[in-house]
T-cell receptor
Framework: QQQVKQSPQSLIVQKGGISIINCAYENTAFDYFPWYQQFPGKGPALLIAIRPDVSEKKEGRFTISFNKSAKQFSLHIMDSQPGDSATYFC???????????FGTGTSLTVIP | DAGVIQSPRHEVTEMGQEVTLRCKPISGHNSLFWYRQTMMRGLELLIYFNNNVPIDDSGMPEDRFSAKMPNASFSTLKIQPSEPRDSAVYFC??????????????FGPGTRLTVT
């Protein structure tokens, strides 16, 4: 059973637009939610992460929005750039745990 | 820091052959993870080790897959015999697990396996 559900599977956005990727989880014990970014031919790398004590975290053009009651979180990429074209994975974990449960990934293409 | 090192980067083999993938975690990291990535299933955890001990291998698809971590600086994932459906990118990741707080996982560049 998929612990974390991610959508959409693929996304095409115009340069300068907003990219939005959504994730949902079931296990209320999860309290750490990272997003990983993967470029072609590379391994995933941590982009940004949030804990449920805040509803939003922003780092540059990247923002995580978190809705604890709905058990959902999303990644917003503002002013999307062609260099943001990559696969994005959401994940969930217990803060003191060691196992990440990854979503199935979203392939983002930003067209000039 | 060299990061997580995986070898080979690409492997092409025929069905029925044994395949061994190798991983060197970041020095000082005591947790190691093996993942498989496919278009259909995304990133799947196969097995992970803490302090060289396998903790959870429930993601290993079947007995054809085995993983070892003989010491803190080396791990292998073996497939014997290999099948075309094993074709995927296999990632190794490591983290400095401390038990009291979350630990980022650092991924290697992956091994692209093609079984013909």
């Amino acid at each position: 059973q998929q612990q974390v559900k991610q959508s959409p599977q693929s996304l095409i956005v115009q340069k300068g637009g907003i990219s939005i990727i959504n994730c949902a989880y079931e296990n209320t014990a999860f309290d750490y939610f990272p997003w990983y970014q993967q470029f072609p031919g590379k391994g995933p790398a941590l982009l940004i992460a949030i804990r449920p004590d805040v509803s939003e975290k922003k780092e540059g053009r990247f923002t995580i929005s978190f809705n604890k009651s709905a058990k959902q979180f999303s990644l917003h990429i503002m002013d999307s750039q062609p260099g943001d074209s990559a696969t994005y994975f959401c994940a969930a974990s217990k803060y003191t745990g060691n196992q990440f449960y990854f979503g199935t990934g979203t392939s983002l293409t930003v067209i000039p | 820091d060299a990061g997580v090192i995986q070898s080979p980067r690409h492997e092409v083999t025929e069905m029925g052959q044994e395949v061994t993938l190798r991983c060197k975690p970041i020095s000082g990291h005591n947790s190691l993870f093996w993942y498989r990535q496919t278009m259909m299933r995304g990133l799947e955890l196969l097995i992970y080790f803490n302090n060289n001990v396998p903790i959870d291998d429930s993601g290993m698809p079947e007995d054809r897959f085995s993983a070892k971590m003989p010491n803190a600086s080396f791990s292998t994932l073996k497939i014997q015999p290999s099948e075309p459906r094993d074709s995927a990118v296999y990632f190794c990741a490591s983290s400095p697990y401390r038990g009291s707080s979350i630990n980022e996982q650092y991924f290697g560049p992956g091994t692209r396996l093609t079984v013909t």
